[in-house]
């Protein structure tokens, strides 16, 4: 099983700046990486794919990057919406797996 | 558009067997993959299994023994069964579309998620 780890667990930033969020993998994962957004009592919502490519509707402050086992979900200029919990999946191998999730939090 | 809805009942007694179902609607379930996913009050997210277009599933082995996943074309219905629930199976239950590019596995459509809990 591909163990996902995310840091940090809480991220403080202001409105308007950069946000880096961090995945890291136990093996390789190649390109097989997720990014979901969840916002409190709402279904996860998917934000990025294959690493990188934005899902559709994902405004482009969003961007994903990284190979094999580190992945970085970077926020250009967070807007009050942005404020939410953060999850990393991998879906190179079974069983599926999640990070444990980063929750960002207005400064 | 696709929607989903997970239904089932919200208690549970220990011991006893979780079924939820999830209907679609927008589209026919037939050439789509479909997963349960579950996460516990305050957690993380954890994928259950997926059935694909043929009925062929894949299990969490953490939860295997316990799972069954089918599926009912004619009322485009995905249905789940947990056997010998404990307390730890209490959770929010989603269920989710897997995407349509093949052999890529993550989720562009889920339900809104249904709470079970497992109380006697």
């Known amino acids: 099983e591909r163990v996902m780890t995310q840091s940090p667990d809480t991220l403080s930033v202001s409105p308007g700046d950069r946000a880096t969020l961090s995945c890291r993998a136990s093996q390789s994962v190649s390109s097989g990486l997720a990014w979901y957004q969840q916002k409190p009592g709402r279904a996860p919502r998917l934000l990025i794919y294959s690493v990188s490519t934005r899902a559709t509707g994902i405004p482009a402050r969003f961007s994903g990057s990284g190979s094999g086992t580190e992945f970085t979900l970077t926020i250009s200029s967070l807007q009050s919406e942005d404020f939410a919990i953060y999850y990393c999946q991998q879906y190179d191998n079974w069983p599926l797996t999640f990070g444990q999730g980063t929750r960002l939090e207005i400064k | 558009q696709v929607q989903l809805q997970e239904s089932g009942p919200g208690l549970v007694k220990p011991s006893e067997t979780l079924s939820l179902t999830c209907t679609v609607s927008g589209g026919s379930i037939s050439p789509s993959y479909w997963s349960w996913f579950r996460q516990p009050a305050g957690k993380g997210l954890e994928w259950i299994g997926r059935?694909?277009?043929?009925?062929?599933?894949v299990y969490n082995p953490s939860l295997k023994s316990r799972l069954t996943m089918s599926k009912e074309p004619s009322k485009n219905q995905i249905s789940l069964k947990l056997t010998s629930v404990t307390a730890a199976d209490t959770a929010v239950y989603y269920c989710a579309r897997e995407t349509e590019v093949p052999g890529q596995r993550w989720f562009d459509y889920w339900g809104h998620g249904t709470l079970v809990t497992v109380s006697s």
């Open positions: 059935i694909d277009p043929p009925g062929d599933t």
